[in-house]
């Protein structure tokens, strides 16, 4: 068994994420933990609560600061006054069903891949290896089911992300083997991060002299080449997690 990226069929509320997945033997026992309370929002108005063990299950950031030396762990409060209510609804998803789960009438579009970097940035803030994953693999879908690249999007993710991040690293590969033109025809020098049009300048130019492959990198590479687990985690695609329910739609059952 497999973890899946799946998006559930019209019925969610408010397309809202819907969890529809149930926990294995292994994960019910967490259930015994104490809870966190995790605000989120400007105005930190957004309240979850979560169980400990489950919120430290693959999180090294939630791990650290359950530790009783640090305020949050003896409150058992956390607080991110610059994560939105949708970006924290689609990690708690996450963590109780090992799966992301998109509603169908999600944002198309821009918004939509904002939404799902926001994800990603949240992951790479709060370390959590299989999550990022999972959302890149999401993002990495979404860009080959449209073939216009909106090179607007690399002002937040080199704006959030480290020189190394894998993030940069698919943008600036599925422009350098994409038609972006449409897109750049929008923008200015000014829009775009200097670090893109550099990195994608050298990349387009080895494309032209022969010294990339023809074949863009993420059908000649293995399935985590824009993966962050190391050797830390396993990839999630490894994972005995479970599978949705039959009222979910597979986005990718090759995963």
Known sequence: ????????????????????????????????????VILVGKRLDSK????????TKTSLFFRSAMKKEWKE???????????SSETFD????????????????????????????NAYLFGDRILDHPFKDIM??????KMEENS???????????????????????MVDKCTYSDFSESLDRQTADDLPKDFLMGLVR??????????P????????????YHSHGTEFPCYKTLDWGEPTSDCRLVNSSM
């Open 1 to 36: 068994m497999t973890s899946k990226i799946a998006t559930v069929k019209d019925g969610g509320e408010d397309g809202k994420v819907v969890k529809k997945q149930r926990l294995t033997l292994k994960e019910r026992s967490r259930l015994g933990s104490s809870g966190v």
């Open 48 to 55: 979850y609560l979560i169980h400990e063990s489950i919120l």
């Open 73 to 83: 762990g003896e409150e058992k409060i956390v607080r991110f006054n610059d994560v």
């Open 90 to 117: 689609l990690y708690q998803c996450w963590l109780y069903t090992n799966a992301v789960y998109t509603s169908e009438r999600d944002p198309s579009g821009t918004s939509f891949y904002s939404f799902l970097i």
């Open 136 to 141: 890149m693999d999401t993002f990495s879908q």
């Open 148 to 170: 216009k690249i909106p090179v607007s999007l690399t002002y937040s993710i080199y704006y959030g992300t480290a020189p190394s991040s894998p993030l940069r690293r698919i």
């Open 203 to 212: 990349s387009l130019s080895k494309k032209t002299w022969g010294r990339l």
């Open 214 to 225: 023809g074949i863009p990198p993420w059908d000649s590479n293995s399935n985590c080449y």
